[in-house]
């Protein structure tokens, strides 16, 4: 319907009569896919998108869809601009015989421009790694779900490795941490756990914000050089990260002091530096880059068959495998979802919903899905959304990325409170009550 | 403090040639044609693109050469498909034209060439020279590339100086730039001039493109650096060359100075959530000097009669 | 006759006083002044003109005294005629056109002691000849511009008159009791108004006309055409010719209509458009510069645009007049019809300013046939009246639904016509003029001792139809030496319907064949010129164009056709023609001020040229005095070529007059 | 038929005087140390051949030049500094050399542009326009249209005056001039390419206005019949330089007018 | 075609300067108004509320307040969506400090704020013109972006810098669903038009038009350059705040500065030129052409049918957007309202050309 009138007021505007959207057959599962292929944010706007694309292709060539439910899916480009990202929510939720089963935005910005529709139209909003750090909160963040990770995970894990190497938090006492950051939400949303931390632990904090999309960055770097920060945090994205790298090298500034989120450790953030970035490290949502045992699947279900969406040697970069882990994550819920309110059925928003927030994936389930390896079991509940909070520090060598540390888990006695804080303020700016839905 | 406040303004000054360079271009095409060439940003894109990726296949010297080509092509079908049939309309509408051809240029530029980083490697090592070290603690450091960016600009504008001169076009052109009637009279194809200055824009848009996307890696976001040059515009006169370098220079020494020095100052005083005075500080360095000389550093004196 | 005016509404300030009454409050008078239309209710146009005829009367004017009214159509200019008629005082309008000898004749001739005139340029026409006009005292003027430091003795502005007078009377109850009484005591056999005829030859006669008859005659055609107090109509012809004395002003009054006056003359068209009048009056002639106008303009249209327009104006020629009259039509063709409403009648109609006419006239002279079917087609209700001044206008006129475009329809109620045994159409009527002014032998010559008035038309009535059909001026109407009929207004409107031609002048009276002399129209000539690249300076080198000549030459060719149809006219075809190298002008008398040729006079003036027409010379060379705009003399020659054109080839038999 | 003679003039009261004016551009002096008045009700014409001063001397006049030295009274107050607007708020109107019309308004609207100033309802009032501000509004309307009556323009009032014809343009100008109800009205070459009968129909506007309005004139204009024909007094300048200022008939026979005229090819 | 002028005389000034003299435009805009109102309603749906009519009333609303500045008096502008940034985190911050503010005065407020910011920003035209002007209002752009994102009192210290609006209300009326709030805009929309047409219409505009069309004569008929030119970057910008509060709280409810930055700039500017400078129609019509066209080019290849990647669409977007400037801006450079008015000019005539 929504189609049908839009299109009627376009070629009414335009001239052209319009063409009936081909009609949606009963039995399958509409994932709306907002991407951004091209602009400023292209390079790693890419490789996400099409690790999501193969992995709907994947469910579907291998399994036949989720118990019979095939999925489709239709991108919808928006070049990471707020409005039209809302654009794209507001003409695909509804499509498919069940409407969106989820959005996964990849844009902190459409993230807090959809958090209040998405509970309106009653679709969740996976924003697995990023989004607003608070949302974890289920009880007010009903619709919510930043799986895996949140930005004061990632900066606290950050921290964790920086006190290991210095020995200790207490010794980061007098030191000094620059964050140069995105100057948008997303780049904003650690500033709250640095802050946090420096009180607590003495150290002196550099917030340096870097303009959208990131190509000026010569003042921020000689200001670098010259307040010599210990370290420095990276909360880039897009075409800013390989500057930052880049500046860092031009002023000098040791590329192993700096720690980059997990959206500034990927493959096209590091290689225009070329060696300039060898040193240079990034927490890790999770996992790294290489092709795992899914991939094998790939490869005979999708690839073989000339349908994948990248080229091959790229479905090892980070972002691809992200993108695989983001939709394997949304079709367990599916499928979670379908345990409860039937299988083989396409299921409404609202049902995804209580899939994604009863989501429980064993080291088992893991290891049959393929990705042993590149995730760790993770429990979703009504209170916790993230549902894991775990992360390694990874290690550009010039070629590859290299894990060089051991596990972390966030300190939830430092996140936690901040999250009550800000989840209990948000509550009652929107009046909502907290509490679990069914 | 002496030490980084000379290192910024170095820094700044060989990033305002780089804005020169940019800038350049549009004064070039302002001057001939009177056309506020909004897609010089796009045409740096396109040319960077175009270096960069036939240099993944061939030396960049061919490289180079084959986006020459591609430029003077550009350049005449620009003036073929949009500015022939917009001729002797207003100056707003040909702005809003040479957006639309920005528009076009991104797009066919990434359909063409590709949305990713792509990379010019111009064989200047990255790692940064510093002198003084003595005198200075830590020295004061130089980008090598941004010295070589210098270069380059000092060459191109010398050779558009001797172009200009020397040459039969290049004294046609001034002759444009001064009176288009005259020029007319003079027996000069006012089409011909127009074509060429946007063929030598776009050769200047390969220089100011391989400069940048060397040191930056060549991407989409490349051609909003236009934005960065218009300040260097207003400042320099829309119609003066000398202008454009040193508006540039004065931009880009003025803006890092601003963000390196004043930003923690005003970040201090006011409380705010970081720095990064320098995105407006250039504009409002400009509009300064435009409240003294509405003209531009540079510019004609805009004599206004009745 | 007269019987049927009652006596409280036999003259025009009565029926003002009783339309004050009933309509007041509804528009008399709109004026388009200041850039709106200015509006007068009834109340408020008695309201003026008793204020003026006060201020008329402190100026002097009495009685029986002659008022002269020279200007465009402007109120104050009307309200001069009423106000002139409250004091019992004759207003006489004349020509505003008029040079300043003609405008001398008139005002003497009518022994004028008073003028309103509309403007600066009359006042100074009129004082340039005051040493011709004894009797004048005042002059009173609509507008005051340039005027100021004229010499005021005996010169006032009409809105000071008016102020003056409504001061007088608000200060002064005699004086308006007096003045009720003076239009009270107006009577029907007064003297209503003199209107000068422009004359096809000769001088101007003064048509005197009496209040009881104009109103009757107005009151009959008021019921013909059911006119009411809310018809709307544009006063924009001569005040001083009949058709607009009797529309505007009997009619008006009578109706209790609503006239609006134009802004300048030059907006006229525009202000047609504006008011939209539902009821119109109009000569041939400005139908015809629609229609000229209509085609140039359609001729520079779209391709596509311009097939569209041909179609639909076929679709209206087969299916359009039937329409009108109500006659039956096929299913399709109403259809056609209605589409070619919405495309093209519709707002073609629109654009002329025509879609609110209900009824529309034309009169003055004969329509080509073409182009009233061409009107009635697009659904127009255009009827033909004929009649003339000593007749207050009418004689007969077409009742809706019963057009036939080569009659002028049958006598009007009350009225009476006779064919005279030489054909002249005679007629006794309501409104039948009373004398001439002040020449008793004309009106004797004129009237028939019954009482008829001669026409000096010919005509007959038709058998199938009963209505008068004209062929020509009674005089005019001529032989060839042959004793073929010779008709030569019928064949001139033939021509006239193209828009190329403006004037035709054929002669043939006693002579071997028929032969014209043409003036291009500037207009459609010129814009054809351009679209075909045809280089001229001057009119002269225009006319004088050998691609003119073939132009015109393949129209008259056509016309030959035309007449050939029929075998009364069939050998009255045109011979050669010529173009005249000007415009045929009433400054130098070769057309009324009405714009009907005076044949005689141009046989006279261009003799060179009628010679080389009869005598086979290819060229003649012509040199006549012409007088310009300011008044100055000058001469034109020029070498002028003549044409032969083909013609049908007729039984010789069947053309000759029985 | 002018109503006021020459000799009335002479005697009447003076409504601006130029006093000792020099305006240089950079080193070229285009006008120096002019001096001459003009009186209430008079037509003024000021003269000269090409480049001797005379726009120069309009735009000092209306403010749009600042003369390095001298000074204008106008109404008996002496101004040095003054810029065009408030030369118009004072009471003085002008015409251009080339029309300056507002191309993209209707005839009307440029017109009813003139009567800005005598405009005052604020933009609340403007911005509802209903009661004082449609009053004023069309009470201006009104007085516009008087003007385009008296100019004979009805016909085109709503024309865009880009599309007029030369002629006409030059009449919407100076209607602007009139909507202002200067005291003292510069036609700066109001004929300049007109035809005859565009000429005497401007002339007679010219003369009406006079008598009609009052209304003060001082012009310039190069056809030396017309600028008899019209003005009361004439003043010749010559290279920046006043060389006479008498009455037409005078300066006619004025010899230094005969010679600045003959150096140049009239 | 369809005009039937004939007998549409005037009789009195007031219907002389009527907006719309026609009859036939009369009813039509009113039947446009009614259709806004009473039928739209019936049968919208969600997504042509919120990603149709919402975005291009508001961003008309934007179009008329820079085609005051811009098309009438002759002043370039690219700062437009730093002042619509005053207007929303104006309106953002009253209703925040002071939450029981009528939601009317909220967008007054924003409205006001962003009048006086722009007339601040206003002052350089007076001596800088053309394309000059245009990069300095570059400046106010810039800084504007930069000091929403930088002072952190505008955001209420929000630590995202991103801020969002609670429930809205007028009157007590709740303006919370998507009809509700395209009522609400459009009633916004209407009223402001017509203030902006009589200001337009009056003394204001024609001293804008005067200075813009020569500001030389426009001096000399005593309009004062400084107060035609301040006063139109006033009203402009008034405009301006107005639907920038209008867009942040009616179309995204939360936001951050940059759904002000200079794209928003350029794309109003687009808005303008493409659908007329100097036309209050050209605002609308350039707006739903702007904010269509995207749309409508990305889903043009799945309405067609022809399978392509959504990266090769939307660079194809790109180039058609862009194409399509250009072929406009050649066929009609003084955009679609002058077509619009041709058109109609023609329908007037009709059947003649001319």
């Known amino acids: 319907m929504t189609l049908k009138i839009l299109g009627a007021a376009v070629a009414a505007a335009v001239g052209v009569t319009a063409l009936a959207a081909p009609a949606l057959a009963q039995n399958e599962q509409f994932i709306p896919a907002l991407v951004y292929r091209t602009g400023a944010y292209a390079p790693n706007g890419v490789p996400f998108a099409n690790g999501i694309a193969d992995y709907y292709k994947l469910v579907n060539a291998r399994d036949n869809g989720i118990n019979g439910v095939r999925i489709t899916t239709e991108e919808c480009e928006f070049g990471y601009a707020t409005d039209r990202g809302v654009e794209c929510y507001e003409r695909l939720k509804k499509k498919g015989p069940t409407g969106a089963a989820y959005v996964i935005p990849l844009s902190t910005g459409v993230t807090f421009a959809l958090t209040e529709k998405t509970a309106t139209d009653k679709i969740p909003l996976i924003t697995m790694g990023y989004g607003r750090s608070e949302s974890r909160d289920g009880t007010v963040f009903h619709w919510n779900f930043p799986l895996l990770g949140t930005y004061w995970t990632a900066s606290d894990i950050i921290l964790q490795h920086i006190a290991r190497k210095e020995g200790g938090f207490d010794k980061l006492k007098g030191k000094k941490i620059a964050l140069v950051y995105h100057d948008s939400p997303y780049g904003k949303e650690p500033i709250a756990l640095l802050t946090e931390r420096a009180k607590r632990h003495g150290f002196e904090t550099m917030f340096l914000p870097v303009t959208h999309p990131g190509v000026e960055q010569k003042a921020t770097w000689l200001q670098i050089r010259q307040q010599r920060p210990n370290y420095v945090l990276l909360w880039g994205w897009g075409v800013m990260n390989s500057t930052s790298i880049k500046e860092a090298v031009a002023v000098g500034y040791p590329r192993s002091q700096m720690y980059g989120v997990w959206w500034s450790g990927a493959e096209p953030d590091v290689r225009p530096a070329e060696g300039g970035a060898t040193g240079y490290n990034a927490v890790t949502l999770q996992h790294t880059a290489g092709q795992f045992k899914v991939h094998e699947d790939l490869k005979r279900h999708v690839y073989d068959k000339n349908q994948g969406s990248a080229k091959w040697d790229e479905t090892g970069e980070i972002l691809y495998v992200r993108g695989l882990i983001n939709a394997m994550l949304g079709v367990e819920a599916i499928r979670t979802a379908q345990e409860k309110f039937g299988k083989g059925k396409p299921m409404t928003g609202e049902q995804v919903r209580w899939g994604l927030e009863n989501l429980n994936i064993t080291a088992d389930r893991i290891k049959q899905l393929g990705f042993d390896g590149v995730l760790q079991p993770i429990r979703v509940t009504c209170q916790d959304h993230e549902g894991a909070r775990t992360g390694r520090i990874q290690t550009w060598d010039g070629k590859n990325w290299k894990i060089s540390s051991d596990w972390y888990t966030s300190d939830d006695k430092v996140i936690a409170p901040m999250v009550k804080d800000a989840a209990s303020k948000y509550a009652s700016e929107k009046k909502i009550t907290a509490g679990c839905l069914n | 403090m002496l030490g980084p406040i000379i290192e910024t303004l170095i820094g700044g000054l060989l990033t305002g040639v780089l804005y020169a360079l940019v800038a350049l271009g549009f004064v070039l095409i302002f001057k001939a044609s009177g056309v506020f060439n909004f897609a010089q940003g796009a045409m740096v894109l396109f040319a960077a693109l175009s270096v960069a990726r036939l240099s993944e296949v061939m030396p960049l010297v061919f490289a180079v050469a084959i986006a020459v080509v591609i430029m003077v092509v550009l350049a005449y079908v620009i003036e073929r498909l949009v500015l022939r049939p917009l001729v002797n309309q207003e100056g707003i509408i040909l702005f809003m034209a040479t957006l639309g051809v920005a528009y076009f240029i991104d797009g066919f530029g990434q359909t063409v060439w590709g949305s990713d980083i792509y990379k010019i490697n111009l064989g200047i090592p990255k790692d940064p020279m510093f002198f003084f070290e003595g005198v200075f603690p830590g020295g004061i450091l130089i980008d090598r590339e941004e010295v070589a960016a210098a270069a380059v600009c000092a060459i191109l504008v010398a050779g558009l100086a001797i172009f200009f001169q020397v040459t039969r076009t290049g004294r046609a052109l001034r002759a444009v730039a001064d009176d288009h009637q005259a020029a007319q009279s003079v027996g000069i194809p006012l089409n011909y001039i127009w074509l060429i200055v946007w063929a030598v824009a776009g050769i200047v848009a390969i220089a100011a493109g391989m400069v940048w996307g060397s040191k930056l890696g060549v991407q989409f976001s490349i051609s909003l650096v236009a934005l960065k040059a218009l300040p260097v515009l207003i400042l320099g006169g829309f119609t003066s060359i000398p202008g454009a370098i040193v508006g540039g220079l004065i931009i880009g020494a003025g803006e890092k100075l601003a963000e390196v020095l004043l930003g923690p100052i005003l970040i201090k005083t006011f409380d705010l959530a970081g720095g990064g005075i320098e995105n407006w500080f250039a504009y409002m360095l400009a509009l300064v000097f435009l409240l003294f000389r509405p003209q531009g550093l540079f510019g004609e004196r805009i004599i206004e009669r009745i | 006759m007269a019987s049927r005016v009652s006596a409280d509404a036999d003259t025009f300030p009565k029926l003002l006083v009783r339309n004050a009454r009933a309509f007041g409050e509804r528009p008399a008078m709109r004026h388009k002044d200041l850039g709106i239309w200015q509006t007068w209710t009834w109340a408020q146009v008695l309201d003026e003109a008793r204020a003026y005829a006060a201020g008329l009367h402190r100026l002097g004017v009495r009685r029986s005294d002659t008022v002269a009214i020279v200007g465009g159509n402007r109120p104050r200019l009307y309200w001069s005629v009423t106000a002139a008629q409250m004091l019992g005082a004759v207003p006489v309008p004349v020509y505003a056109d008029a040079v300043a000898d003609e405008l001398a004749y008139v005002l003497a001739h009518a022994d004028v002691r008073f003028a309103a005139v509309e403007d600066q340029e009359q006042v100074d026409k009129i004082l340039s000849v005051s040493d011709r006009l004894p009797k004048l005292e005042k002059l009173v003027y609509d507008e005051p511009k340039g005027l100021r430091d004229y010499d005021h003795a005996n010169l006032r502005a009409i809105d000071d008159v008016i102020a003056d007078g409504r001061k007088a009377l608000a200060e002064d109850g005699k004086l308006a009791s007096w003045l009720d009484a003076e239009i009270a005591a107006g009577k029907g056999s007064d003297v209503s108004i003199i209107l000068y005829t422009s004359g096809t030859t000769g001088q101007s006669k003064g048509v005197v006309l009496s209040a009881e008859r104009c109103i009757a005659a107005a009151m009959d055609t008021v019921a013909f055409d059911r006119l009411n107090e809310r018809d709307e109509a544009l006063s924009y012809l001569p005040m001083a010719w009949v058709g607009d004395h009797y529309l505007n002003y009997a009619q008006q009054f009578v109706a209790a209509f609503c006239t609006a006056c134009t802004e300048t003359r030059d907006t006229a068209m525009a202000d047609l458009r504006e008011i939209g009048p539902t009821f119109f009056f109009a000569p041939p002639r400005i139908f015809e510069q629609m229609l000229t106008r209509v085609m140039i303009r359609m001729e520079d249209a779209g391709v596509l645009k311009r097939a569209m327009f041909r179609y639909f104006i076929g679709v209206a020629r087969r299916y359009g007049e039937a329409i009108l009259n109500g006659q039956p039509v096929p299913f399709a063709g109403r259809l056609l019809y209605a589409l070619g409403l919405l495309l093209v009648y519709g707002p073609l109609k629109n654009v002329l300013g025509l879609s609110k006419v209900r009824v529309a006239y034309t009169a003055g002279e004969a329509i080509g046939p073409d182009l009233f079917s061409f009107y009635r087609s697009l659904g127009l209700n255009l009827k033909q009246l004929y009649g003339q001044t000593e007749a207050f206008l009418y004689v007969t006129a077409q009742p809706d639904g019963q057009i036939y475009a080569d009659t002028v329809g049958p006598a009007m109620p009350n009225v009476d016509i006779r064919i005279a045994d030489n054909g002249e159409v005679l007629f006794k009527s309501p409104g039948m003029f009373v004398s001439y002014f002040k020449d008793d032998l004309k009106t004797g010559e004129t009237m028939t001792p019954d009482g008829y008035v001669k026409t000096g038309d010919a005509g007959f009535f038709d058998a199938k139809t009963g209505h008068l059909k004209i062929i020509d001026r009674a005089k005019d109407v001529g032989k060839l030496r042959d004793g073929t009929l010779f008709p030569p207004k019928y064949i001139e409107n033939k021509l006239k319907f193209y828009p190329n031609i403006r004037e035709a002048v054929a002669y043939g009276d006693g002579r071997d064949f028929v032969a014209v002399m043409i003036n291009i129209d500037l207009t459609a000539v010129g814009s054809w010129a351009e679209r075909n690249n045809v280089v001229y300076g001057s009119y002269q080198e225009l006319a004088g164009h050998p691609l003119v000549y073939d132009m015109i030459a393949k129209n008259i060719e056509e016309t030959n056709r035309s007449l050939a149809e029929d075998p009364v006219t069939a050998g009255a075809q045109v011979k050669r023609f010529l173009i005249l190298h000007k415009e045929l002008d009433a400054d130098d008398g070769e057309v009324t001020r009405t714009q009907k040729v005076r044949r005689g006079f141009v046989a006279e003036r261009y003799a060179p040229l009628i010679a080389a027409l009869y005598d086979g010379s290819a060229e003649a060379d012509i040199s006549t005095e012409v007088t310009f705009e300011d008044g100055r003399k000058g001469s034109i020659s020029a070498r002028v070529k003549v044409r032969d054109v083909a013609t049908v080839p007729v039984k010789p038999a069947m053309g000759k007059a029985a | 038929m002018r109503a006021p003679a020459a000799s009335d003039i002479a005697a009447g009261e003076v409504l601006l005087s130029v006093e000792d004016v020099t305006l240089s551009f950079g080193g070229v002096v285009a006008l120096r140390d002019v001096s001459f008045d003009i009186k209430k009700g008079e037509i003024r014409a000021i003269i000269g051949p090409n480049g001797a001063g005379k726009t120069s001397m309009l735009n000092v006049i209306n403010g749009f030049y600042q003369p390095q030295k001298g000074s204008i009274s106008f109404k008996g107050e002496t101004r040095t500094k003054m810029r065009p607007y408030d030369a118009a708020d004072g009471g003085i109107a002008r015409t251009f050399q080339n029309v300056a019309l507002f191309k993209g308004m209707s005839a009307l609207d440029n017109i009813l542009a003139g009567r800005t100033l005598k405009m005052k309802r604020g933009w609340f009032w403007q911005m509802l326009r209903i009661g004082p501000a449609l009053t004023e509004e069309i009470e201006h309307r009104k007085r516009v249209e008087e003007i385009i009556d008296f100019l004979e323009i009805q016909a085109i009032r709503k024309v865009p005056v880009a599309r007029l014809p030369y002629g006409l343009q030059k009449r919407v100008e100076l209607g602007r001039a009139l909507a202002m109800e200067p005291d003292l009205l510069l036609l700066d070459e109001p004929m300049a390419g007109m035809n005859l009968e565009e000429k005497e129909d401007m002339s007679r506007f010219i003369i009406d206005v006079n008598d009609h309005y009052g209304t003060t004139i001082a012009l310039i204009e190069h056809d030396m019949g017309v600028v008899m024909d019209l003005s009361d007094r004439v003043v010749v300048l010559d290279h920046g330089v006043k060389i006479a200022d008498a009455t037409p008939d005078e300066v006619k026979k004025d010899q230094a007018v005969i010679d600045a005229y003959l150096g140049v090819a009239h | ?354």
């Open chain 5, 1 to 354: 075609m369809l005009y039937r002028e004939a007998g549409q005389f005037k009789t009195s000034y007031q219907a002389d300067q009527a907006i719309f003299p026609i009859a036939q435009d009369r009813w039509f805009v009113w039947g446009l108004v009614a259709f806004g109102f009473l039928v739209l309603p019936l049968f919208a749906d969600q997504y042509l509320y919120t990603e149709v009519l919402i975005p291009v009333l508001i961003l008309s609303l934007a179009a008329i307040g820079l085609n005051i500045l811009t098309g009438y008096c002759g002043q370039l502008s690219l700062g437009t969506g730093g002042f619509m940034a005053v207007g929303a985190y104006a309106a953002y911050n009253l209703a925040l400090r002071l939450p029981e503010t009528n939601l009317i005065v909220v967008f007054l407020f924003a409205g006001l704020m962003a009048m006086a910011v722009g007339v601040l920003f206003g002052i350089p035209s007076l001596r800088i013109k053309g394309f000059y002007l245009a990069v300095a209002t570059l400046a106010s752009q810039f800084f504007l972006e930069w000091a929403f994102a930088r002072v952190k009192w505008f955001t209420n210290y929000a630590p995202s810098g991103s801020v969002a609006v609670g429930k809205l209300e007028l009157f007590g009326m709740p303006i919370q669903t998507p009809m509700e709030k395209y009522l609400f805009v459009l009633a916004i929309v209407v009223v402001m038009t017509l203030a902006a047409k009589n200001l337009i219409r009056g003394r204001l505009g024609r001293m804008w038009m005067a200075t813009r069309d020569m500001d030389i004569a426009a001096e000399i008929i005593g309009i004062r350059p400084l107060y035609a030119k301040l006063s139109a970057f006033a009203v402009s910008s008034f405009f301006i705040g107005v639907s920038g509060a209008l867009w942040a709280f009616l179309r995204l409810g939360s936001w951050e500065p940059l759904a002000f930055d200079i794209n928003r700039s350029f794309q109003i500017l687009f808005m303008v030129i493409i659908g007329g400078l100097g036309s209050l129609l050209g605002s609308f019509l350039g707006a739903a052409f702007i904010v269509l066209m995207p749309i409508f080019l990305n889903q043009l290849p799945g309405i067609l049918g022809i399978p392509m990647s959504t990266a090769l669409i939307s660079h194809l977007e790109f180039m058609v957007f862009g194409a399509m400037i250009v072929f406009f801006l050649i066929v009609e450079p003084h955009g679609l309202a002058r077509l619009w008015a041709i058109a109609k000019e023609k329908l007037r005539l009709w059947p003649f050309p001319y």
